[in-house]
C-alpha cells in the first residue's frame, strides 16, 4: 500500500538491491505521480538478513510483531507488506528426511 512500509527479509545472501532499483523504476515510470524517485520508494524498505532457521524465527516471532505496530502520529508509518525470500531455503538445508515432522511444525510457527 502507498504511503506504508515494507519488509523484506532475506535468507539467501544479500539484499538484491540492483533488482529492486529496477522494480521502483518500473514502478514509477507506469505511475509518475507517486514518487518522484526510485530511491524515495526504499526508504518504505526495512531490510532484515536470517541466515539460520533459528535466525528467521527470532526475526518472525519476536522482531517483527514491534514493526507491525502503528508508529505513533506518524501518518502511514506502519508495515503493510512482508517478504521472505526464501524460508524454503532455510528449511531445505536444516531437516534432512527423518525430521519431517519438526520442520512442519516449525514453518506452521512462523506462518501463524
Given at each position: 500500500?502507498?504511503?506504508?512500509?515494507?519488509v523484506y527479509i532475506s535468507?539467501?545472501?544479500?539484499?538484491?538491491?540492483?533488482?529492486?532499483?529496477?522494480?521502483?523504476?518500473?514502478?514509477?515510470?507506469?505511475?509518475?505521480?507517486?514518487?518522484?524517485?526510485a530511491v524515495d520508494v526504499?526508504?518504505?524498505?526495512?531490510?532484515?538478513?536470517?541466515?539460520?532457521?533459528?535466525?528467521?524465527?527470532?526475526?518472525?516471532?519476536?522482531?517483527?510483531?514491534?514493526?507491525?505496530?502503528?508508529?505513533?502520529?506518524?501518518?502511514?508509518?506502519?508495515?503493510?507488506?512482508?517478504?521472505?525470500?526464501?524460508?524454503?531455503?532455510?528449511?531445505?538445508?536444516?531437516?534432512?528426511?527423518?525430521?519431517?515432522?519438526?520442520?512442519?511444525?516449525?514453518?506452521?510457527?512462523?506462518?501463524?
Open positions: 500500500r502507498l504511503g506504508h512500509r515494507a535468507t539467501e545472501g544479500e539484499f538484491p538491491m540492483k533488482r529492486m532499483l529496477q522494480l521502483c523504476e518500473q514502478l514509477l515510470q507506469r505511475y509518475p505521480s507517486l514518487c518522484p524517485r526504499l526508504d518504505h524498505i526495512l531490510l532484515a538478513s536470517a541466515q539460520t532457521i533459528e535466525d528467521l524465527s527470532q526475526l518472525i516471532l519476536h522482531q517483527l510483531p514491534s514493526l507491525l505496530q502503528p508508529q505513533g502520529s506518524r501518518q502511514g508509518g506502519d508495515v503493510q507488506l512482508i517478504v521472505v525470500d526464501s524460508v524454503t531455503a532455510l528449511v531445505r538445508g536444516d531437516f534432512d528426511r527423518s525430521q519431517i515432522y519438526e520442520r512442519n511444525t516449525l514453518l506452521l510457527q512462523l506462518a501463524a
